[in-house]
């Protein structure tokens, strides 16, 4: 064996005795902690935090509201202090478990309740002053770089996919997030002792930092090279567990699929088996992270001869000791708990989507008309998506000054047309012949922007049509206008009216209330469910399988804009979406028939089972 096979073997044998030495108290920890969690501070949390916000006058945050409510000092008053909440509980465990690791290091048995108040304590800093960058390191820098610390209750948080889109269209922002991802990957290597110096030396933020950076001073690549091998092994093994399971429940399924009572007690018993699995991996895989950063902390201390304080940190004033049968007993009950409830969530998601979308599938929107296959919002693209078979064409109206209603996106014309006029201010007979499809490709170059009667007259009874009201302010009569030409037309029950504007949708149901409305809106948090609509049109990064349950138990539709790629296509399937707004219809409508094949939906009925324990 050479020496750095020699080296992998030792650092492991420490790292795994870090964690053995007081195994039960790690283990009832983080049971009650990630029950805590997930039963109180993180439902507890968001029910508050939609409470406070209500009673501001912001019962749902939605992209026509929210920068109001960012002017707003007492709504900002109340997202610091909810993100407040969040950080100290995923620095709690922080601290708690390098107390833990402390004492295990020196060979010190502890006690739980002793172990918990001393982890309080040291995370209750965090509302120091001087303290609060550590929120943005830990609700920022860790879920976004996701290198070596982690936490159950931080490591959702993600860039919106609309967002990530946005930097993906343009080379220069792309490069600039690139350097951004690289610049904050290389402070979470520099700062991950941060977090030590400040539970073990009661460091501020800065010179923990500072401290974090001496010690790493050349141990940085081989710090990175440890904890990549080390989560490696995690994830490795995670996936012998998962092929194995899915093995016996593909199996297994292949034999009850067709008969929905075996199928519901087989999700219901195997999803409890596969969740308690999970729930103990769970418990653990945070442990070994910091386990493996302890461990190098203690390493690179002796090696520069940096003394590392040695006195317990763990004073048990208390004479009552938790027995041993005692901490089993309530770890097993906390575990039991956790796969519960995870189990009940699993089964109500896959029931809800089982009884709605699952053997279907969601409706397919051709994004302003079949945009990837002619010029968007023109009657060309209409034919595109009527020839597609697409279920909706979605497209943008506007009214000119003359009181025109037409079908385009920009109220500028400028991208479109390479003229600088806009919509609003120019007479129908101005824009109309003008060429829009020449930039797209020549053949399309006598597109000219139609008019809203011309494009019902072309759909009507061969597509439904999703139009989205664009108000800039400047409109005579935009929404009676629209709805004038659809009564005209005989369309009401072929279309529907979405925008971005609450109050416009309010001037449709004023006008025409048997006309279904589809609110529009990039962020979706709170009761937004409530909103007299009939459709909610969210931005797909923000869909979650808990909007779209909270919205159909209303009796209403979810919508998911805008899905290009396959892996988000099936993510939206599997969430249980009622229609698609997509630019590819073929490959959307290809992807979604191949998840409804047998074979497929088996596999989907994995996905819900193995749904937690694979992300």
Not at 2 to 7: F, H, L, V
Request: net charge negative.
């Amino acid at each position: 064996m050479d020496k750095k096979e020699s080296n992998i073997f030792s650092r492991t044998k420490e790292i795994l005795t870090l964690i053995q030495f007081n195994f039960l108290h790690l283990l009832f920890f983080e049971a009650i902690y990630t029950v805590a969690g997930t039963m109180i501070i993180y439902p507890g949390g968001f029910f508050l935090f939609n409470k406070a916000i209500t009673l501001l006058g912001f019962p749902y945050l939605s992209g026509s509201n929210f920068t109001q409510a960012l002017t707003n000092p007492l709504f900002l008053l109340t997202f610091i202090c909810f993100a407040l909440l969040v950080a100290f509980f995923g620095l709690l465990e922080f601290t708690t478990l390098i107390i833990l690791f402390n004492e295990s290091h020196f060979r010190r048995k502890v006690q739980l309740i002793p172990l918990c108040i001393e982890g309080t304590k040291r995370a209750l800093k965090i509302v120091k002053a001087k303290n609060l960058p550590f929120v943005i390191f830990i609700l920022i820098i860790i879920p976004l770089t996701e290198f070596s610390l982690s936490s159950n209750f931080i490591s959702e948080i993600s860039i919106p996919e609309f967002i990530m889109s946005y930097i993906a269209a343009s080379s220069l922002y792309s490069i600039g997030f690139t350097v951004l991802s690289l610049f904050l990957f290389l402070l979470s290597v520099i700062w991950i002792f941060s977090f030590h110096y400040f539970t073990l030396e009661n460091s501020d933020f800065f010179p923990a930092i500072k401290k974090s950076s001496i010690l790493i001073k050349g141990h940085f690549w081989k710090t990175i090279f440890f904890v990549i091998l080390f989560n490696l092994l995690i994830v490795i093994l995670l996936v012998i567990v998962v092929l194995v399971l899915e093995v016996i429940a593909f199996f297994i399924l292949g034999q009850i699929l067709e008969h929905p009572l075996a199928l519901s007690i087989f999700i219901a018993t195997f999803g409890f088996l596969v969740s308690g699995l999970f729930t103990i991996f769970q418990l653990l895989t945070t442990s070994i992270n910091l386990a493996v950063v302890s461990q190098f902390y203690y390493t690179y201390s002796a090696s520069t001869h940096l003394k590392v304080n040695s006195e317990s940190l763990v004073k048990d004033k208390y004479k009552a000791k938790v027995k041993r049968k005692t901490i089993v007993t309530i770890s097993i009950i906390m575990v039991f708990l956790f796969t519960t409830i995870n189990s009940i969530v699993i089964f109500n998601t896959f029931s809800e989507a089982f009884n709605d979308q699952f053997l279907t599938g969601p409706q397919i929107t051709a994004h302003r008309g079949g945009s990837n296959l002619a010029p968007e919002n023109t009657l060309a693209a209409l034919q595109k998506a009527i020839d597609q078979s697409a279920d909706y064409a979605e497209i943008d109206v506007a009214q000119t000054k003359d009181g025109i209603i037409v079908v385009s996106h920009d109220n500028n014309l400028k991208r479109i047309s390479g003229k600088d006029l806009n919509i609003w201010s120019s007479n129908y007979v101005d824009i109309k012949d003008l060429d829009i499809g020449s930039w797209f490709d020549p053949q399309f170059k006598n597109e000219h922007i139609p008019t809203l009667d011309e494009a019902i007259k072309l759909c009507k009874g061969k597509i439904r049509l999703n139009i989205e009201l664009k108000p800039t302010g400047h409109e005579a009569s935009l929404v009676e206008s629209t709805v004038d030409i659809i009564d005209q037309n005989d369309f009401s029950n072929q279309c529907v009216l979405a925008s971005l504007d609450y109050p416009t949708l309010e001037k449709v149901a004023s006008i025409n209330p048997d006309l279904k409305r589809a609110y529009i809106t990039a962020l979706a948090i709170g009761d937004i469910q409530k909103l007299p609509v009939d459709i909610y049109s969210i931005e797909s990064s923000f869909i979650t399988p808990e909007i779209v349950a909270a919205i159909h138990r209303e009796k209403k539709e979810v919508l998911a804009w805008t899905v290009e790629s396959q892996e988000l296509t099936e993510k939206m399937v599997k969430i249980g979406v009622d229609n698609i707004i997509t630019d590819d219809v073929t490959q959307t409508r290809k992807t979604i028939e191949q998840m409804l094949e047998p074979r497929e939906l088996i596999d989907r009925i994995n996905d819900y089972i193995f749904a937690d324990l694979l992300s």
